[in-house]
């Protein structure tokens, strides 16, 4: 998909001399489109023996039952060893107790900052906790004035949100994913943070449509704090200029109490069940998830790596960008694991936004959120029933 | 009877196609619409539940739907009024004796139509850019602070009908231009003969000739702004706070995103039932109208 499926069809060639008796066909597919397209594919029983695939999407596609499990084959693997992988990237895979995909590569989202500006307002180093966080935002805000903020949390965004919802201890399901748990105190907390940043200004109340250049203008100074992922790296280094290179770093998400989690985000390769190459395809995800290739694959795309062997690359290891993203991946931790999971982030984005806005409270959100979502979940509930009648 | 069952077989090739390609899937988009089709009934059809009017109660009294319907109407009730109001504005300049280069107009004003949408909403949201469009940068020159257009949920409706209208007058002033040229200039000259100014021509002698082709143009634009669809998806993705939200943009979500195709069936047919009705609302005034 994407910018993978160009690449990937650079790396073919060694496979090919590997095993001259396989022949592969790569279709890409625009990200946009992906989704449907997959869906339109299995209902037209056309699906791809593998396949790259967002890791969010892996619960929906396997509720489908369009997934081959792989714990059997990752077991009698030489290659692709589950240890060596950040467990919170792995669990995405793992759905109802089986395993349905090996992590090809990771996103998680962390801080951008301004170094010169967080050392203009007094601070050495950037935030390990919520309240170091609070202290520097306030005394950026305090600093740069109305016109200007502290961070972006642009609000048609639901993973800054969610972000801060996975540090608390609470998780966002109950009961196996029966029901929202969004009235937990772990959640109000995360609410009521983000509430907090657009109340003090911390944060512009916009959407990230009206910030045509998100990088651009954390290189202005109009928000010193970004919550993006690894594809900004390169951004900022393509679009600021040099005498601005030194200004911008990475620093690992603070945490209400310490270093705190963040999302696990990235593709898996996941295997169809209606494959009739599946000894094929598995041979072709080894070779892709090889430390090797996915080190190449790093230096072409720079998406990250899943697997601990392949950070110790230099070109990973020596890299202060991405330092912070070798801390990061080991504390990631998956969103919840149900079909529903993108309208349950996108009816918690909606919420959040009117909260913002002052139409709701955070218990009311909260409230009102939980009975969406409970509404939202009542196939899921019927369907767990009738399979436990069964 | 004979002549009748010709008729028929010459009538067949049509009805079938109008058949299989129109009758066959809007009853069976009625039927998907009695279940709960979803991704577990892609799934596996036993997963398919029959729910009766479920689907059309849950939307009656969910939030979202009405507040869709809610900015619809706003959108209708704003936008073909100001919509027609351009058209007849840029038809009568056009077909002025007085405009040169009338030709040269007609497609300045006909090139939105034909734009792609998609491209010529990249350039209005600069132009509404907060910070650096050139439409603050106009309310700034008259002393006005800016207005977040695309941000602010008061402002982000009337930024979409401005589009939308802008996008859309040049298809109805070609239809307006046609009509005007048809009325036959001794009327004007007979009207200017008993002294009537200006005004009284255009409200005494086009307005009145105009009113078939008013009506068509009416009929037509209120139900295509019904379908409010394309503007909000590529400017705003219904934002902000669901102030763009229309009721097809809700089907498309319901639908394409979250594949609850029972309950997006389920909007398009309530969506089909208001249009007709309100074009039917409107045939009728017309006609009490024309009797009068």
Known sequence: ???????????????????????????QLPWSAAHQKLLTAFAG?????????????????????ALEPLEAAVAGSRVVASADYFPGIWQTNV???????????????????RRDLL???????????????????????????????????????????????LQQPDHLLRDDGRFGNFESPGFHRALEFYREAFSNGWAPPVENTQIPNAWEELGRGYYSFYISGPWSIGEFKRRLPPEEQGSWMTAPMPGPEGPGASLAGGSSLVMFRRSRHKAEAWLLLEFLSSPAIQRRFYDVTGDLPPRRSTWEAPELAD????????????????APRVPQLERIVTEMRLMAARVVHGDLSVEQGTLELDRTVDAVLAKRRWMLARGAGR | MRAGLAGWAFAAPALII??????????GAFAVSLTDFDLYALADLRNLRFVGLDNYLELLESRDFWRALGNTCYFVAAGVPLSIGASLAAALLVNSRLTRLPAFFRTVFFAPVV????????????????????????????????????????????AIILFAVWKNFGYNMIIFVAALQSIPG????????????????????????????????GVLTVAGYFQLFAEPYVMTEGGPLQSTMSVLYLMYEQGFKWWNLGSASAIAFLLFLIVLAVTALELRLSRRREAA
């Open chain 1, 319 to 334: 890299d202060p960008y991405t330092r912070a993203f070798r801390e990061q991946l080991e504390r990631v931790k998956p």
């Open chain 1, 1 to 27: 998909m994407g910018r993978e499926g160009e690449v990937v069809a650079t790396l073919l060639p060694q496979f090919q001399r590997l095993h001259p008796d396989i022949e592969v066909r790569v279709q």
């Open chain 1, 119 to 165: 050392a203009q307002a007094g601070f050495a180093s950037p935030p390990r906790t919520w309240s170091e966080w609070r202290q520097m935002l306030a005394a950026i805000k305090a600093r740069v004035g109305p016109e200007r903020y502290s961070v972006l949390l642009p609000l048609n965004e639901f993973e800054p949100l969610l972000v801060l919802a």
């Open chain 2, 115 to 158: 734009a792609t949408l998609v491209a010529v909403a990249l350039v209005w949201r600069y132009l509404l850019h907060t910070r650096y469009g050139l439409i603050n940068w106009g309310l700034g020159g008259l002393g006005l602070s800016p207005i977040d257009w695309l941000g602010n949920p008061h402002w982000a409706m009337p």
């Open chain 2, 18 to 27: 109008i058949g299989v390609f129109f009758f066959a899937p809007v009853l």
């Open chain 1, 45 to 65: 029983e056309a699906t791809p023996d593998l396949c790259q695939l967002g890791n969010s999407w892996i619960p929906e596609f396997a509720a489908l039952e």
């Open chain 1, 95 to 113: 759905v109802a107790g089986r395993l349905y995909g090996v992590p090809w590569y990771v996103d998680t989202r962390l801080l951008f900052y």
């Open chain 2, 186 to 217: 001794d009327l004007y000259e007979a009207a200017h003969l008993d002294g009537a100014n200006g005004w009284q021509e255009f409200s005494r002698v086009t307005l009145p000739l105009l009113r078939p082709t008013t009506m068509l143009v």
